[in-house]
């Protein structure tokens, strides 16, 4: 049974930082590509980041570029795979979603395994 499973969400005011992380299990995803996408109220879910398998390439959105950084761990039976978040806005505000799928370009748009998601809300 694929699970992603999120943690490290919560409320922080801005100009602080967070970390999320997702657990993932189920499947080889030491050889997935892996990520993380968000969804504020009333508003599209939005890629945010996605990670290769081997952690060497990383893609990252505009709005988020410069303040957040993807990693991973490969090393355990459970992959993980991080989001640091730092100088959070309050436009950062939002339910975060752990993603994988095998392909580099498809998990920016249409990934095929999602976790439940994780809330983040960033206070002015």
């Known amino acids: 049974q694929v699970q992603l499973v999120e943690s490290g969400g919560g409320l922080v005011q801005a100009g602080g930082s967070l970390r999320l992380s997702c657990a993932a299990s189920g499947r080889t995803f030491s050889s997935y590509v892996m990520g993380w996408f968000r969804q504020a109220p009333g508003k599209e879910r939005e890629f945010v980041a996605a990670i290769s398998w081997s952690g060497g390439r990383t893609y990252y959105a505009d709005s988020v570029k410069g303040r957040f950084t993807i990693s991973r761990d490969n090393s355990k039976n459970t992959v993980t795979v991080y989001l640091q978040m730092n100088s959070l806005k309050p436009e950062d505000s939002a339910l975060y979603y752990c993603?994988?799928?095998?392909?580099?370009?498809?998990?920016?748009?249409?990934?095929?395994?999602w976790g439940q998601g994780t809330q983040v809300t960033v206070s002015s």
């Open positions: 993603i994988a799928d095998q392909s580099f370009g498809v998990v920016r748009t249409t990934p095929k395994y």
